[in-house]
């Protein structure tokens, strides 16, 4: 290809798949217990650490990536040739300021290059699936401007319906009061989570148990599927014993076929352990 198609680790696409397609990935920054690390999705288990630690008390944080290590991430691809790097909700960090400062300096260094940015206004399992799409095209030699004009267009179909086990990581996110995670809590409530039409984490609803709310994720898929439906990917911040019945239930009730993995670090930071995900192409996003 006359250029180069690139993500962040922030869509959690799997290590193996980036490998296999030979996809350049930025490595987004999360810090534990003082240290920071590098998300590498999913090929060394960080994700299980930072689960296991958080359950003993630890309270990991994520930031931004500068510019300058965008520099260094797009300045050798731009050498050589063009790119189109898709990228994670502009909603939900201020990151991809510093990625079109990037794209500018760069811009003035190579000025006949293309590079081309796509605000996914989505993020991890959903921006995965959707991702492996752009990539399919990628692949069968679609052009750079076009493939970015057909993931913009059809980027409102990328859905993720979650729910999380502690309420008390989406208060430290500012996403609900310390009131309200106090009462749900004790009351064993399990809110409901969606991707929205903006690119940002909105609260759909709430139910009462972890048995309604693994119900209510499946019949989310069923409302929202469509013929772009071909496959779930069931997310679960290492709970998985909970993500294969989640898995099960959807093909065993809607007949879709479903593949499972764990939340990456980043993201797990902020939703904590236990969370469970639906994520798929389908309907365009109703909130």
Wanted: hydrophobic content about 40%.
């Amino acid at each position: 290809m006359n250029y180069c198609l690139m993500t962040d680790s922030d869509s959690d696409l799997h290590f193996s798949y980036a490998k296999e397609h030979n996809i350049p990935v930025v490595r987004m920054p999360y810090t534990l217990d003082g240290v920071e690390y590098f998300d590498d999705n999913g090929a060394t288990g960080q994700e299980k650490v930072l689960f296991e630690r958080m359950r003993q008390g630890s309270v990991p944080s994520t930031s931004l990536l500068s510019k300058e290590a965008y520099l260094e991430y797009f300045g050798p691809i731009l050498k050589e040739r063009d790119l189109l790097f898709i990228a994670f909700s502009s909603q939900m960090s201020a990151t991809i300021e510093n990625v079109y400062a990037a794209r500018e300096e760069l811009l003035k260094t190579y000025p006949n290059r293309q590079f081309e940015v796509v605000d996914t206004l989505a993020i991890s399992g959903p921006m995965a699936i959707y991702f492996e799409q752009i990539c399919e095209r990628y692949e069968q030699g679609m052009g750079l401007r076009e493939l970015a004009k057909w993931a913009r267009d059809n980027r409102m179909r990328t859905q993720a319906w979650f729910t999380v086990d502690n309420l008390v990581y989406l208060k430290r996110g500012g996403r609900i009061s310390s009131t309200s995670a106090a009462f749900g809590t004790l009351l064993d409530v399990k809110p409901i989570l969606c991707l929205s039409r903006f690119g940002k984490i909105e609260a759909f609803g709430k139910v009462k148990g972890r048995k309604k709310a693994i119900r209510t994720l499946v019949e989310k898929v069923q409302e929202n599927r469509d013929d772009w439906t071909k496959e779930v990917l069931v997310l679960h911040a290492d709970d998985e014993e909970r993500g294969n019945l989640l898995a099960k239930t959807i093909e065993e009730q809607l007949s879709i076929k479903t593949r499972i993995q764990m939340v990456g670090p980043v993201i797990g930071a902020h939703c904590g352990p236990g969370t469970l995900a639906v994520c798929f192409l389908g309907k365009e996003r109703p909130v």
